[in-house]
């Protein structure tokens, strides 16, 4: 059956060792964050996705109470503002912060999500079987993509949660009772960052049942990681 199967998606190949090319991977964050630092501000001045998120961050790390934490998120105008995913907001909040009143911190941190991102779905390719330069073609494409792209410049944080799901990924295909641990925890960060993680939850379950079908009783871990 695992004939059929193409070389680089080959199941033998899953525990297979892989060694990470950080010199280059690190290279080109530096490269790409040089490029496009000087247009983070201006390409796109002011997005809406963006304010969201520094004021629920904002709204949880300065409540009216000083040295609390405000679950609430009532916006300056009493109006709610609540979201189950408070940790983007607080992300966000904190990025602005370091650079304020230049919106240059959020959009810094966003970038770097992306990054995290494509350097996971690269080694997560690795990891696989498949090529190099077919690995770092499509972890590439991912990284300059236009929606990827569109979302890092507005601030989103969803590089950050697809960076959390293909670690969690990775994570699961490398198995065992820690790795399965720590896979959980990485899926609900992810949902703490953003709801837009459960578009990744098929894609979870789809590599968790080729790996652990014979042994489902591993995912338990799994399960314990994300209640953490």
């Known amino acids: 059956m695992l004939a059929r199967y193409p070389r680089f998606i080959d199941r033998r190949d899953i525990a297979r060792p892989v060694t990470f090319p950080w010199i280059a991977w ?3 964050s530096v490269a790409l964050v040089l490029f496009f630092s000087p247009t983070l501000t201006t390409a796109v001045p002011v997005w809406i996705d963006e304010t969201m998120l520094v004021e629920l961050g904002h709204n949880v790390l300065s409540p009216p109470s000083p040295g609390e934490l405000s679950f609430s998120q009532m916006s300056a105008s009493r109006r709610p503002a609540y979201s189950m995913s408070m940790l983007g907001g607080i992300l966000q909040e904190l990025a ?67 960076a959390c799901g293909f670690g969690a990924l990775i994570l699961i295909h ?41 042994r489902l009783w591993q995912l338990r871990y799994f399960a314990l990681g994300a209640a953490v």
């Open 174 to 214: 490398q198995g065992g009772r820690s790795a399965l641990v720590v896979a959980g925890l990485f899926s609900t960060v992810g949902f703490g960052l953003w709801p837009s993680f459960a578009m990744l939850v098929p894609l979870l379950a789809v590599g968790a049942w080729e790996v652990h079908r014979a």
């Open 26 to 28: 690190l290279l080109l």
């Open 96 to 162: 602005y912060r370091v650079t304020a009143p230049s919106n240059f911190g959020t959009r810094l941190s966003s970038l770097l999500g992306q990054l995290t991102a494509s350097g996971a779905l690269l080694y997560f390719l690795l990891l696989r079987g498949a090529p190099l330069s077919l690995s770092w073609l499509l972890s590439l494409a991912f990284l300059l993509d236009p929606l990827c792209d569109i979302s890092w410049r507005g601030a989103r944080v969803d590089a950050w949660v697809m």
